[in-house]
């Protein structure tokens, strides 16, 4: 089935837009000017649009209520008068309501094809986030005003610990500006190490519990001095649930609790410490070492609950018996001498199964008139972060084995390529020690500097995989060749941190490269004398075998003139077989010359109408066609680049081919149409060549271009073999292809396809 002759699949393609689309014609005022257009055709979406399905012959600023003289009909207008195809936006009010659309107007032959999008939705929901970004910014100002007016600290913190908002009241308790808090973390803030520790950890409990913090703490004020606050903490979540930012007020209460203080100061100033500090904590009396105090974040630490109280911790934590960790707690208890070590590793069980944890831990002696009483113990529990280290080293080590099992050059460089950091040369290139800036001068080669620089350039630029050969200067000094790629080092904000690399040598596979392109040029170079040679043989073969055929010819024409009348009829079909014989050696010899010579001199192309070459070949045909009672039915035939005599040729060979395999009792019909279509960026036409004739067995679509190749006996029908050849070398040399369908009895059908442009100065 041939698809550009399917009314009913193009009516469905075309309904199935999405989009309104309508064929117009043009209108003309007395002026002789373009006013409006003639609707001659509308898709489903068109109709439906304008609810009217009687349309055809009415203007198109009439059905679908444009202004006459108003924009959307100028550009249309303009893009028919001048052929230029435009896309536009443009709004109009239709029965009191205002709609947006995106025009995009083709003319085609002589109609206007104009597709519209409605896109009256999009506008509004871009109005309606217009003012709804007012008014959120009119909410900002209100948050802020309130905000910055309590004498409350009121705070934001992201995910991350750090302040994506402060009130005025919390800058000037820091004493800073806006722009030297916001985005710093509690620390940058001068928050103390156990504070900042604290309110991190109840960041990340409010993250996975979703649930509200509230405390109290001390921290000193910019102006006030040491100030007692109640702080709470509350999340907030996303459309999704999930935490997003973590919100704080913090009210001073100092005078509250210097009242409450006056009373009880003595006496609860350790409890009130230990029992406030965020770090695991807890204190030991006697010499049996009992719990005496144990703070929230210790018992969830060790995994117990508070009835631990006044029971020894060697009976709470048995497996600390003979550790190294324990005989630091008796050493500080016996000798008073404070102890602090980070990353210390303690085995012992908080689940169930004993497993090793790791702690920075802080112990100090209790006194009481000079004699030691009890301690304090303080274990910050930094697993995760030592368990990741030492991944990251496992995986370092990992690394460094397959860099040290390579045989490659191994480098690295900062993130614009200015430094190299050392590199392990492998005797290739020469080794350094120490990040060095001239490593291209050092390393690559003088001629090379200007491609290394454009190809580093194009990686940087965006942030691609860096690959190319170059020339290098190895480290005995000599030239070599490398074949380096570098791989980009991205941030989680997809910014290069830096780039890790590797170069191969390939130097002896270049010089075994350079060998073999000297022998392909040599090679060549002989090819082209001896296709030389073979075409100044093909002329001269073809005259000295054209000679002797001439004489045959010749003498049997004269014998039969000599023995006119005096031969029998099995003697005349002798000489007419002479005839037939001698005609076909001519046509063979003809065909090879110009199968031959197809390829040997350049055709300079030009701009090429295929109507006129159909026109031309069916005159010359004319006699062969009226014999057949043939026809040539040429519809939608380009213009395009390519040799005039070459495509003469190809389409003169096709016909012929038709008209020479028609069926005896059928009238031969012959439909060649073209259709366009762009493939990668250029443009082509896909010319179709289809008859009615014998047709042939689908297997031989592929060998029926190869040379000398007959599907049918050659005493029935004339031919060389040649002509479908000649047709695929034409099409070939003009950037194009040709196939073949067919079936027995059906016809044959010949599909070329041809580039409108050629991008060569010959063919």
């Known amino acids: 089935m041939d698809l550009t002759e399917n009314k009913e699949l193009f009516q469905t393609i075309f309904d199935s837009s999405s989009n309104d689309i309508a064929v117009l014609k043009s209108v003309n005022d007395q002026k002789g000017q373009v006013d409006d257009f003639l609707v001659l055709l509308l898709n489903a979406r068109g109709i439906k649009r304008i609810k009217n399905t009687e349309y055809k012959g009415k203007l198109y600023s009439e059905i679908f209520s444009i202004p006459k003289g108003g924009e959307i009909l100028q550009k249309l207008i303009e893009a028919f008068e001048t052929g230029v195809s435009t896309k536009f936006e443009s709004s109009y009010t239709v029965e009191g309501s205002k709609n947006w659309f995106n025009f995009t107007a083709v003319k085609h032959d002589k109609c206007l094809v104009v597709t519209t999008e409605d896109i009256t939705e999009q506008k509004q929901a871009e109005i309606a986030l217009s003012q709804t970004l007012d008014t959120a910014e009119k909410q900002r100002r209100l948050y802020d005003s309130i905000t910055n007016n309590t004498p409350d600290l009121v705070y934001v913190f992201d995910l ?16 800073k500006s806006e722009e030297e808090a916001i985005g710093k973390g509690l620390r940058d803030n001068g928050y103390e190490e156990w504070h900042a520790q604290m309110h991190e950890r109840e960041i990340d409990e409010i993250i996975v519990t979703k649930k509200t913090i509230r405390g109290t703490v001390s921290f000193p004020h910019a102006e006030l001095g040491s100030r007692v606050y109640d702080y709470i903490l509350v999340p907030v979540l996303n459309e999704k649930g999930e935490v997003e930012a973590i919100a704080g007020t913090t009210r001073d209460i100092t005078d509250i609790k210097q009242a409450e203080g006056k009373l009880q100061q003595s006496e609860m100033r350790l409890k009130t410490m230990i029992n406030q500090t965020s770090a695991p904590t807890l204190v030991l009396m006697g010499d049996d070492l009992r719990i005496e105090q144990i703070n929230t974040a210790m018992l969830k630490m060790i995994g117990r609950g508070e009835e631990i ?98 045989s490659d050059v191994i480098y690295s460089l900062n993130a614009d390529w200015t430094i190299m950091n050392p590199l392990d040369g492998r005797g290739f290139l020469s080794d350094t020690s120490a990040p060095i800036k001239n490593w291209m001068e050092k390393n690559v080669h003088a001629s090379e500097h200007d491609t290394v620089k454009k190809a580093i350039a194009t990686a940087i630029a965006h ?96 014998l039969e003139e000599h023995l006119d009348g005096k031969l029998d009829e099995t003697a005349n079909q002798f000489m007419k077989r002479i005839h037939v014989a001698t005609d076909r050696m001519f046509t063979m010899i003809d065909g090879v010359l110009a199968y031959s010579t197809i390829n040997a001199s350049m055709q300079q192309h030009q701009l090429v109408d295929l109507n006129d070459v159909i026109k031309n070949i069916e005159t010359d045909l004319d006699v062969a066609l009226q014999k057949k009672g043939g026809t040539i039915e040429a519809k939608g035939m380009p213009k395009l680049e390519g040799a005039p005599v070459l495509l003469y040729q190809l389409f003169y060979n096709l016909i012929n081919n038709s008209i020479k395999f028609s069926k005896p009792d059928l009238k031969l019909t012959i439909f060649i149409s073209s259709e366009p279509f762009v493939e990668f960026g250029k443009e082509f036409a896909r010319i179709t060549v289809k008859d009615n004739g014998i047709g042939f067995e689908p297997d031989y679509a592929g060998r029926i271009f190869e040379t000398f190749t007959r599907l049918n006996p050659k005493d029935k029908y004339e031919g060389t073999g040649l002509g479908l050849s000649l047709c695929k070398k034409i099409a070939e040399r003009h950037g194009g292809h040709i196939t073949a369908i067919g079936s027995l009895d059906n016809g044959a059908t010949f599909i070329i396809t041809l580039p409108l442009k050629q991008h060569e100065s010959g063919i």
């Open 160 to 175: 991350r610990y750090n302040f994506t908002y402060a009130n005025k009241a919390l800058l000037t308790m820091w004493g």
């Open 309 to 406: 109280i006044g029971i020894p911790l060697i009976e709470i934590l048995p497996e600390l018996e003979g550790q190294y960790i324990w005989e630091k707690v008796q050493k500080v208890y016996t000798e008073g001498i404070n102890f602090d070590q980070s990353e210390v590793r303690v085995p012992h069980n908080r689940t169930g199964i004993i497993q090793d944890y790791y702690y920075n831990i802080a112990y100090r002696p209790l006194k009481e008139n000079g004699k030691i009483i009890g301690m304090i113990q303080v274990a910050i529990d930094v697993t995760e972060q030592v368990t990741a280290r030492k991944k990251l080293e496992e995986s370092e080590s990992r690394f460094r084995a397959l860099v040290n099992a390579s």
């Open 463 to 558: 942030k691609s995989v860096f690959e190319l050969e170059h020339q290098v200067i190895t480290a005995d000094g000599s030239i070599g060749w490398t074949f380096s790629r570098a791989i980009p080092i991205l941030d989680d904000e997809h910014n290069i941190v830096e780039w890790f690399g590797s170069a191969s040598d390939i130097t002896a596979q270049k010089t075994v490269t350079e060998k073999l392109e000297s022998l392909v040029a040599e090679r060549t170079k002989e090819l082209k004398r001896s296709n030389e040679d073979l075409q100044q043989f093909a002329h001269v073969a073809s005259h000295d075998l054209k000679e002797p055929i001439r004489k045959i010819k010749t003498f049997t024409s004269r």
